[in-house]
């Protein structure tokens, strides 16, 4: 069936500090992968998305590339803000299932200053 | 930019009362669906909708479970007797359609609670 792993959480980092949060898939055909996150009190906003193999996503300097042969995912950000603090959740849409969206379980992520 | 709205931002509710939730999906988008998020757990699917009926169901979406859309704006969900399980942040979504590229924008959530 189709799935996503995600890192446990809490990750907790110091501000500037680099980022990185995994996210492997499995899937049948080709999906799309994305990233959404949820600040606190919020609903989910789309951060940065792939359609194919080796694209790269980026978004409010944030980064992921679709990895198709080692189902990755991986999110990526080379300096956190105290205002990155969320909860993250990798997702992917295979495009023979009405579109839905598959998730993660989610990773909070708590920048300290 | 353009946003999925929903309402209500928040709702407490008997156990066995029956709770609609609404929302307006983006105005030319095709495809509608609600997901749910457990408090703490991950967002899970429930219901997606396309030309006026149901596309695909999970298997959370059972009998108690319905979805609607009476005009051409509102995209319904009711739950006919809640459960405290049925406790949750319920999202409404939508999709243009599903050419590459394409995102499914969420709304800002429904958060219910069974007492």
């Known amino acids: 069936g189709n799935s996503v792993t995600q890192m446990e959480g809490p990750v907790t980092l110091s501000e500037e500090a680099f980022l990185t949060i995994n996210c492997t898939y499995t899937a049948t055909g080709y999906p799309s992968l994305f990233w959404y996150v949820q600040y606190p009190g919020e609903g989910l906003q789309l951060l940065l998305k792939?359609?194919?193999?080796?694209d790269k996503g980026s978004n409010k300097g944030f980064e992921a590339t679709y990895r198709k042969e080692t189902t990755s995912f991986h999110l990526e950000k080379g300096s956190v803000q105290v205002s990155d603090s969320a909860v993250y959740f990798c997702?992917?849409?295979?495009?023979?299932?009405?579109?839905?969206?598959?998730f993660g379980s989610g990773t909070r992520l708590l920048v300290r200053p | 930019e353009p946003e999925v709205t929903q309402t209500p931002s928040h709702q407490v509710t008997q156990m066995g009362q029956e709770v609609i939730l609404r929302c307006v999906p983006i105005s030319n988008h095709l495809y509608f669906y609600w997901y749910r998020q457990i408090l703490g757990q991950k967002v899970e699917f429930l219901v997606s909708?396309?030309?006026?009926?149901?596309?695909?169901k999970s298997e959370i979406f059972d009998d108690q479970f319905s979805v609607e859309r009476p005009d051409g704006s509102n995209f319904t969900l009711k739950i006919r007797s809640t459960k405290l399980e049925d406790s949750a942040m319920y999202f409404c979504a939508s999709i243009l359609d599903g050419s590459s590229g394409n995102t499914i924008y969420f709304g800002e959530g429904s958060w219910l609670t069974v007492v």
């Open positions: 997702a992917l849409m295979r495009p023979d299932s009405s579109y839905k969206l598959i």
């Open positions: 792939a359609t194919k193999a080796d």
């Open positions: 909708f396309y030309n006026n009926e149901i596309s695909e």
